[in-house]
C-alpha cells in the first residue's frame, strides 16, 4: 500500500513562511511525479507545483509562482514545499501527490493521495 506522510502545516500570519514536508516510499519516489495540491473550503482542488521523478525539473501554478519552492531530497525520499509570502488566500487543506504525467497539474493524473495538511494564514 503507497503511503505519502504530509507534515508542516499550522497557523501562520501573513507575509510568512512554511515548509511542507512529504514523506514516502523509496518505489514511489523514484518512479512517480510528484505534485502538491491544495483545496480551500468550497473550492475545488488546485494544483499548486510539481516536480519530476528526477528532480531536473518543476511546474508551479499561477497564484504560487516566485513565492513557492518544491524540492526533494532523494536520502530522505521526501518532497519539500517552501512557502513563503503567505498570503490569506494560500489558506487550504494542502495534499502530496505521485503524479503519473508531467507538466498538466491535473488532479485526475494522480495515483496517490497523502492525507493533507493544514495551512491557515491569518491577515
Known amino acids: 500500500q503507497v503511503q505519502l506522510v504530509e507534515s508542516g502545516g499550522g497557523l501562520v500570519q501573513a507575509g510568512g513562511s512554511l515548509r511542507l514536508a512529504c514523506a514516502t516510499s523509496t518505489r514511489t519516489f523514484n518512479s512517480y511525479h510528484m505534485s502538491w495540491f491544495r483545496q480551500a473550503p468550497g473550492k475545488e482542488r488546485e494544483f499548486v507545483a510539481q516536480i519530476s521523478w528526477s528532480g531536473s525539473s518543476t511546474y508551479y501554478g499561477d497564484s504560487v509562482k516566485g513565492r513557492f519552492t518544491i524540492s526533494k531530497d532523494n536520502a530522505k525520499n521526501t518532497v519539500y514545499l517552501q512557502m513563503n509570502s503567505l498570503k490569506p488566500e494560500d489558506t487550504a487543506v494542502y495534499y502530496c501527490?505521485?503524479?503519473?504525467?508531467w507538466g498538466r497539474g491535473s488532479s485526475n493524473d494522480v495515483r496517490y493521495w497523502g492525507q493533507g495538511t493544514q495551512v491557515t494564514v491569518s491577515s
Open positions: 501527490a505521485a503524479d503519473s504525467n
